[in-house]
């Protein structure tokens, strides 16, 4: 099974809203087999499914990974049709996203959330969380709904990223 490729900003893909699953099949089991391969490699977090081309709402995330675990036990969550019900408290942040490599930005994210959904067997699930994994499920629901964390940004810092970006930009097709 091949890795991904994980869409990169300023991917228009990025930046539009994915419908709700439908049909949980072996295709859907195959591609989030495919993402979780995908997340290890680039030692992410989480992962959302248009941020690997795939237009539907649901995202993967493994904090195993985030807690450096020295077994090789990981903890394979899967979340479809994902919605936050309950939102509480704030937090700002550092914030990355794999789909903006090398770029992290202080973000205000609600500190503890509720969110329902469905599990890779199409079972319903609540899960309560708060800190980074309140943090990591409003991320990638934002990825769901098209929206990217430069959009929580200051119209001054987003600007700020768009001259670095279009600069990086211009040094790179000079090499």
Do not use: W
């Not at 090789?72 to 899967?78: F, K, L, N, P, S």
């Not at 994902?82 to 609600?110: H, Q, T, W």
């Amino acid at each position: 099974m091949s890795e991904l490729e994980i869409l990169k900003y300023p991917n228009r893909q990025l930046t539009k809203p994915c419908p709700p699953v439908i049909n949980i099949d072996g295709r859907l089991q195959g591609q989030i087999d495919q993402m979780f391969k995908t997340l290890y490699v680039s030692q992410g977090l989480g992962l959302a499914a248009p941020q690997v081309g795939c237009l539907q709402s649901f995202f993967i995330y493994d904090l195993g990974l985030q807690e450096k675990k020295t077994s090789h036990a990981h903890e394979r969550i899967v979340v479809l049709n994902p919605e936050i019900v309950e939102m509480e408290g704030e937090e700002i942040a550092d914030e990355g996203c794999l789909s903006i490599p090398g770029y992290f930005e202080k973000i205000n994210r609600a500190y503890r959330v509720l969110m329902k959904g469905l599990d890779r067997e199409g079972k319903e699930i609540r899960i309560e969380a708060e800190g980074l994994t309140a943090r990591l499920f409003q991320h990638e629901i934002d990825h769901l709904k098209g929206v990217l964390m430069l959009s929580h940004l200051s119209r001054l810092k987003r600007d700020m990223f768009l001259r670095k970006f279009k600069k990086q930009k211009k040094q790179a097709a000079l090499k």
